[in-house]
């Protein structure tokens, strides 16, 4: 019987850190041992199983990220960009492997994710769920056989109280489908208002929309001469996320440093 992999979860009461708190809690190879928070968080000291809705489990919430991480050998942070860098910073000198779900970081903030994955392993994926992860192939493929004749648009749609526009995942699809075509970043065009003339051949729209507590829509439309083929991926569950970051957080557990995707989790 293999010993248990001690795991922290950081940003442990938002939407997501709540399912993966019950994630890490419920796998049989993994220990939750720490969960972290803003230091100014109301919660600090209360139990993280309590407020997750599991009942007392025995894991307070910490404001300081080094001390929740006292124990954990792998972390797994769903929280904002400038919080990923800081954990990171942290998360080197000790040591600890990385599953990042948070999206939204800028370039620069890339780059230093890249630098930080040179000393420690990292998982970052913008969709943790298999479904959107197979997407990624099944939209570089489509892109590829079909051809430029086909027009390529993604629409997303989240939830009103997301932060980033467009998602993390849409921003992927982007990136996955534009290689595809021997396009760059600039064929993106985020939004159309007014008079803005015929769709340019090298453009590849990348529309966000923003309505209630929509957990996560992606679409890709190929829009071809007399047809059009549209890849559609709606997740209904945030558990679904939180079970891909807990898969990571077991895959990522003895590995090498680097930078690893979900689709090397899956082995896709
Ligand atoms: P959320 O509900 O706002 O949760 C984020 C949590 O992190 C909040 O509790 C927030 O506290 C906390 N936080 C902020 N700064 C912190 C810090 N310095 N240290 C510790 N905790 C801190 O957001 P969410 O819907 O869970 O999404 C979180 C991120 O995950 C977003 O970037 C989202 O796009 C991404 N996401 C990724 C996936 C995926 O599969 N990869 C799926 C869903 C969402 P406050 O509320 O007090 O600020």
Redesign the pocket.
């Known amino acids: 019987m293999k010993l248990p992999i001690p795991v922290a979860v950081?940003?442990?009461?938002?939407?997501?850190?709540?399912r993966v708190v019950d994630a890490v809690f419920h796998h049989e190879r993994l220990e939750l041992v720490g969960a972290?928070?803003?230091?100014?968080?109301p919660d600090i000291g209360q139990d993280a199983g309590f407020l997750a809705g599991l009942g007392a489990i025995d894991v307070p919430v910490m404001?300081d990220?080094a001390k929740a991480m006292a124990r954990a050998k792998v972390y797994i942070d769903?929280?904002?960009?400038?919080?990923v860098m800081?954990?990171l910073r942290v998360a080197q000198t000790m040591g600890l492997a990385a599953v990042?779900?948070?999206?939204?970081l800028d370039s620069a903030q890339q780059d230093f994710l890249a630098q930080a994955a040179r000393r420690i392993p990292i998982v970052w994926?913008?969709?943790?769920?298999l479904g959107?992860n197979l997407m990624f192939k099944l939209a570089q493929l489509m892109a590829k056989s079909l051809g430029p004749d086909f027009d390529i648009e993604i629409i997303e749609a989240?939830?009103r109280?997301?932060?980033?526009a467009p998602?993390?995942?849409a921003l992927r699809l982007h990136e996955v489908v534009s290689l595809a075509r021997g396009l760059d970043q600039s064929s993106m065009v985020s939004g159309r208002n007014g008079l803005v003339g015929a769709r340019r051949d090298d453009e590849i729209g990348v529309l966000a929309v923003r309505g209630g507590d929509i957990?996560?829509d992606h679409t890709v439309l190929f829009a071809g001469p007399g047809e059009r083929l549209e890849l559609v991926h709606r997740?209904s569950s945030?558990d679904t996320?939180a079970a891909?970051?807990v898969r990571a957080a077991v895959w990522i557990f003895d590995k090498k440093p680097g930078l690893y995707s979900?689709s090397d989790v899956l082995g896709l």
Do not use: Y
């Open positions: 950081c940003g442990a009461l938002g939407r997501m850190g709540q972290a928070e803003r230091p100014d968080c404001g990220f769903f929280t904002t960009p400038e919080a800081a954990n990042i779900g948070t999206t939204g994926s913008p969709n943790m769920s959107v989240h939830h109280m997301k932060k980033d998602s993390g995942t957990v996560g997740a945030r996320f891909g970051a979900l």
